[in-house]
C-alpha cells in the first residue's frame, strides 16, 4: 500500500510539473557542432495576453566544449520587427576549477535559465525566438542542442 501511494505521488508530480509547459522545444545540432552560421529558431503562439510568460533557455553540452562560457544573441519577434533583442554571457564551467555547471545525464550537461522573468505580449500571434552563437570561433564542438521553454504564469 505505501509503494502504491509513492507511485501515485510520483505520477501526480510529473503532471504537475508539466502543466506550466505552454511550449518547448530543441535544436540539435549536427555533430554536436554549433557553426557560426546556424541559427536557431522556435516559432510559437500566443493565444491569450492576460498572464504573464516567463521565457527559460535550455543549453546542452559536453566535456568536448572548449570555452568557460557561451555567447548567445537571443531575439524575440512577431510578424514584423523585433520586440526584444540581448546578448548574452552563460557560465558552463566554474572559472577556477573548470568544474561544469548544470544537470549531468551521462556524458551531457543541461542547463535551463531564465530569459524573461515575467513577460507580457501586447498582442496574440504568431512569434518567433532567435538564437545564434556570437563566439570568435566558427564551429563550437561539445554544444549538443540549443532550445526555448515558455511557460505562463499564474
Given at each position: 500500500m505505501k509503494a502504491f501511494y509513492s507511485i501515485l505521488g510520483l505520477v501526480f508530480l510529473l503532471f504537475s510539473c508539466t502543466e506550466e509547459r505552454y511550449?518547448?522545444?530543441?535544436?540539435?545540432?549536427?555533430?554536436?557542432?554549433?557553426?557560426?552560421?546556424?541559427s536557431a529558431e522556435f516559432k510559437f503562439k500566443i493565444d491569450s495576453i492576460e498572464l504573464p510568460y516567463q521565457i527559460k533557455l535550455n543549453v546542452r553540452n559536453t566535456m568536448d566544449y572548449s570555452y568557460r562560457n557561451l555567447y548567445v544573441k537571443y531575439e524575440?519577434?512577431?510578424?514584423?520587427t523585433v520586440i526584444e533583442e540581448k546578448?548574452?554571457?552563460i557560465d558552463l564551467f566554474e572559472s577556477k576549477s573548470g568544474k561544469p555547471f548544470g544537470e549531468r545525464?551521462?556524458?551531457?550537461?543541461?542547463?535551463?535559465?531564465?530569459?524573461?522573468?515575467?513577460?507580457?505580449?501586447?498582442?496574440?500571434?504568431?512569434?518567433?525566438?532567435?538564437?545564434k552563437q556570437y563566439m570568435r570561433e566558427?564551429?563550437?564542438?561539445g554544444v549538443v542542442s540549443i532550445g526555448v521553454r515558455i511557460e505562463q504564469l499564474k
Open positions: 511550449y518547448e522545444d530543441n535544436h540539435d545540432f549536427t555533430d554536436r557542432i554549433w557553426n557560426m552560421e546556424e524575440i519577434l512577431d510578424s514584423t546578448l548574452l554571457n545525464q551521462s556524458e551531457i550537461y543541461s542547463h535551463q535559465l531564465i530569459l524573461e522573468d515575467s513577460v507580457y505580449f501586447a498582442d496574440k500571434g504568431a512569434f518567433t525566438i532567435g538564437l566558427k564551429e563550437l564542438e
